[in-house]
């Protein structure tokens, strides 16, 4: 086999000409390599800004709706009760501000620019030139910060770490560097939790490798044991906390594996930096270390930024999960159009899609007509399962739409003892005690809300509520939940809504009896669906909607009978539609796997197609 010709010449003197046309770029635009340096740097942040603005602008909103920050004393006395208090108070109240997601992406953006400031200042300490070094911590922090697990308060106290080591190395005189580790990191332990820990091996290295005294060792010795002993009597014998814990308080974070990787390497990046460089001082010349900043350079740089960018983009990006976040966020504005647009994108099954999905479809007047158009997996489609804790923080919406007032206020309360206080779980508590008349319950979920910045007006105009009732008759959804209420005592379900006991209480909740004839659809019941197919006229229909007539086609055809709702008949195009589908699948009666492929693209949408293969 003859090896391919590769005309390595030719491509280097192509080579050559580029270089030579990009310089003489260079002069014609007067931008020096310094200059070059800085745009390339500029556009990282750029990129970082972009990519978290647009493509993880859901993943900043959720942040925000996953805790409340309050300006009260007994907020400050909760956070300032563990280590890592300011780094949490601080990181909390910025998080507030993830109400918006560009002011989100923005902070991020800023942070990380930080952490490029500070590498970079210590990296002139120790005589290291690299910008891609100094860019690692800040693609660390955008893997990290892509996580939902991972907090805006670990930002600032790795901020706080790196500040607190430029400030030490920055100090000349030895005895003045010593007595400030000595009085200094046990109050970073205070404001900055585990990311004070790394700190502990940067002094020691920095005095055994780097300070030329013959107690050295003995000083490294120190700092080892001080931190050990101080993080040892603060968590075990001032804040009682259990000492397998004491590295990760008060950030436990539930990071995915890749994650945790990236937030090790964070920590310990610096220790490993200050070893590698020491052994390279001490066996490689630094004249073979030191490369020029050259269009070479520039290149090898752009394109290592590049992977790096891929990296983030492959492995932390997760498509999925930031259309369910969105999903999630116009469920909660009730912009039920762009949780079916969403919908349309997201790529496969997935419970909670298929929840919201299935209540804007109900919410936009489509469920009957278009249920089958999207993913389905059963009754488990309609409600969420007490069974999964992930579960908790989304249950309510359904049951409060359902006017299941009850069950909607459980789910908010179990919601906000998972996460702790939360605007939505405690916007939600407040309309259900007042649809309820728990007004002193209300009063108080009230003035949790009334103690924040961007929910104190929802709180103030819900007490007008509670001040005059006649308003909450007037407002819409309270009186049409009110005169839906709960008048009879049953056992909730754990994996699904009495829609029957709902239905039994108001015969007229139209919501309750789409739900109920939907998951009739879902579970293949068509003998029942044929009963409460009679009790359509009592709903308001003006046509019998396309999948209760596909279904009921099947009921006929089955139980040779010719039922029909009084005053309703089947539209012939309906009609038409079930002879051609029940004329192709005969033709593939043997084959079943070959009819789904003939009938997919025709009829994928539609009952009988559920019916038969799903």
């Given at each position: 086999?003859?090896t391919?010709?590769?005309?390595?010449d030719?491509?280097?003197?192509?080579?050559?000409?580029?270089?030579?046309?990009?310089?003489?770029?260079?002069?014609?635009?007067?931008?020096?390599n310094?200059?070059?340096?800085h745009?390339?740097?500029?556009?990282?942040?750029?990129?970082?800004?972009?990519?978290?603005?647009?493509?993880?602008?859901?993943h900043?909103?959720?942040?925000?709706?996953?805790?409340?920050?309050?300006?009260?004393f007994?907020?400050?006395?909760?956070?300032f009760?563990?280590?890592g208090?300011?780094?949490?108070?601080?990181?909390?109240f910025?998080?507030?501000?993830?109400?918006?997601?560009?002011?989100?992406?923005?902070?991020?953006?800023?942070?990380?620019?930080?952490?490029?400031?500070?590498?970079?200042?210590?990296?002139?300490?120790?005589?290291?030139?690299?910008?891609?070094?100094?860019?690692v911590?800040v693609w660390?922090?955008?893997?990290?910060?892509?996580?939902?697990?991972?907090?805006?308060?670990?930002?600032?106290?790795?901020?706080?770490?790196?500040?607190?080591?430029?400030l030490?190395?920055?100090?000349?005189?030895?005895?003045?560097?010593?007595?400030?580790?000595?009085?200094?990191?046990?109050?970073?332990?205070?404001?900055?939790?585990?990311y004070?820990?790394?700190?502990?091996?940067?002094?020691?290295?920095?005095?055994?490798?780097?300070?030329?005294?013959k107690?050295?060792?003995?000083?490294?010795v120190?700092?080892?044991?001080?931190?050990?002993?101080?993080?040892?009597?603060?968590?075990?014998?001032?804040?009682?906390?259990?000492?397998?814990?004491?590295?990760?308080?008060?950030?436990?974070?539930?990071?995915?594996?890749?994650?945790r990787h990236a937030?090790?390497?964070?920590?310990?990046?610096f220790?490993?930096?200050i070893?590698?460089?020491?052994?390279?001082?001490?066996?490689?010349?630094?004249?073979k270390r030191?490369?020029?900043?050259?269009?070479?350079?520039?290149?090898?740089c752009?394109?290592?930024?590049m992977?790096?960018?891929?990296?983030?983009f492959?492995?932390?990006?997760?498509?999925?999960?930031?259309i369910?976040?969105?999903?999630?966020?116009?469920?909660?504005?009730?912009?039920?159009?762009?949780?079916?647009?969403?919908?349309?994108?997201?790529?496969?099954?997935?419970?909670?899609?298929?929840?919201?999905?299935n209540?804007?479809?109900?919410?936009?007047?489509?469920?009957?007509?278009?249920?089958?158009r999207y993913?389905?997996?059963?009754?488990?489609?309609?409600?969420?399962?007490?069974g999964?804790?992930?579960?908790?923080?989304?249950?309510?919406?359904?049951?409060y739409?359902?006017?299941?007032?009850?069950?909607?206020?459980?789910?908010?309360?179990?919601?906000?003892?998972?996460?702790?206080?939360?605007?939505?779980?405690l916007?939600?508590?407040?309309?259900?005690?007042?649809?309820?008349?728990?007004?002193?319950?209300?009063?108080?979920?009230?003035?949790?809300?009334?103690?924040?910045?961007?929910?104190?007006?929802?709180?103030?105009?819900?007490?007008?509520?509670?001040?005059?009732?006649?308003?909450?008759e007037?407002?819409?959804?309270?009186?049409?939940?009110?005169?839906?209420?709960v008048?009879?005592?049953?056992?909730?379900?754990?994996?699904?809504?009495?829609?029957?006991?709902?239905?039994?209480?108001?015969?007229?909740?139209?919501?309750?009896?789409?739900?109920?004839?939907?998951?009739?659809?879902?579970?293949?019941?068509?003998?029942?669906?044929?009963i409460?197919?009679?009790?359509?006229k009592?709903?308001?229909y003006?046509?019998?909607?396309?999948?209760f007539?596909?279904?009921?086609?099947?009921?006929?055809?089955s139980k040779?009978?010719?039922?029909?709702?009084?005053?309703?008949?089947?539209?012939?195009?309906?009609?038409?539609?079930?002879?051609?589908?029940?004329?192709?699948?005969?033709m593939?009666?043997?084959?079943?796997?070959?009819a789904?492929?003939?009938?997919?693209k025709?009829?994928?949408?539609?009952?009988?197609?559920?019916?038969?293969?799903?």
């Open positions: 086999m003859k391919p010709f590769i005309p390595w030719v491509l280097y003197r192509y080579f050559i000409k580029f270089r030579l046309i990009y310089s003489n770029l260079l002069m014609t635009l007067q931008i020096s310094e200059k070059l340096k745009l390339l740097v500029g556009s990282i942040f750029i990129v970082f800004f972009l990519y978290f603005s647009v493509f993880k602008r859901f900043i909103l959720f942040l925000e709706q996953n805790q409340l920050f309050q300006y009260n007994d907020f400050l006395n909760e956070i009760a563990f280590p208090s300011v780094s949490s108070y601080i990181g909390r910025f998080t507030q501000f993830f109400i918006s997601s560009l002011v989100g992406a923005l902070v991020f953006t800023l942070a990380a620019f930080a952490v490029f400031i500070l590498t970079k200042y210590i990296y002139n300490k120790y005589n290291i030139n690299s910008i891609i070094l100094s860019i911590p660390l922090l955008a893997i990290l910060l892509s996580n939902g697990s991972f907090t805006f308060a670990q930002v600032i106290g790795f901020l706080f770490s790196l500040s607190f080591f430029s030490y190395i920055s100090i000349d005189t030895s005895k003045l560097r010593n007595i400030f580790y000595f009085v200094g990191w046990p109050l970073l332990f205070l404001v900055a939790g585990r004070s820990f790394p700190i502990i091996f940067l002094c020691a290295f920095h005095e055994l490798f780097y300070r030329e005294k107690n050295r060792v003995v000083i490294f120190l700092y080892i044991v001080l931190g050990a002993l101080t993080s040892y009597v603060l968590t075990e014998h001032i804040f009682y906390i259990p000492s397998n814990e004491s590295f990760a308080y008060p950030f436990l974070s539930n990071l995915n594996s890749f994650s937030l090790a390497l964070l920590l310990y990046w220790p490993l930096l070893l590698v460089k020491f052994f390279l001082n001490k066996y490689i010349p630094i004249k030191l490369l020029p900043w050259n269009l070479t350079n520039i290149l090898a752009t394109i290592i930024f992977l790096m960018g891929f990296v983030v492959r492995l932390s990006y997760n498509r999925r999960l930031e369910m976040k969105g999903m999630d966020h116009y469920v909660q504005k009730a912009d039920w159009e762009k949780v079916l647009k969403l919908s349309d994108t997201y790529p496969d099954y997935n419970t909670l899609a298929i929840y919201y999905t209540l804007a479809l109900y919410k936009t007047g489509r469920l009957t007509d278009r249920m089958f993913p389905q997996i059963g009754t488990d489609g309609l409600s969420l399962s007490w999964k804790n992930s579960h908790i923080f989304y249950g309510s919406e359904v049951s739409y359902l006017s299941n007032t009850n069950e909607a206020y459980r789910w908010s309360f179990e919601a906000m003892v998972q996460k702790g206080l939360n605007p939505r779980s916007k939600r508590l407040v309309l259900t005690s007042i649809i309820n008349g728990d007004n002193a319950i209300a009063e108080k979920f009230i003035n949790q809300l009334n103690q924040t910045l961007f929910y104190r007006r929802w709180a103030q105009h819900s007490k007008e509520f509670l001040d005059n009732p006649a308003l909450a007037k407002d819409t959804e309270i009186s049409q939940s009110r005169d839906l209420l008048n009879s005592d049953f056992f909730a379900m754990s994996n699904g809504i009495n829609l029957i006991e709902l239905l039994n209480n108001h015969p007229e909740n139209k919501m309750a009896y789409e739900y109920l004839m939907a998951s009739l659809l879902l579970e293949k019941n068509i003998d029942e669906f044929g409460y197919i009679l009790k359509m009592d709903y308001g003006t046509r019998i909607p396309v999948h007539e596909e279904a009921l086609i099947v009921f006929n055809s040779k009978m010719n039922l029909m709702p009084e005053g309703f008949s089947f539209n012939q195009e309906t009609i038409r539609r079930y002879n051609d589908f029940a004329a192709t699948y005969s593939y009666k043997n084959n079943p796997d070959a789904a492929k003939a009938l997919k025709r009829y994928g949408g539609s009952y009988w197609f559920y019916l038969y293969f799903s």
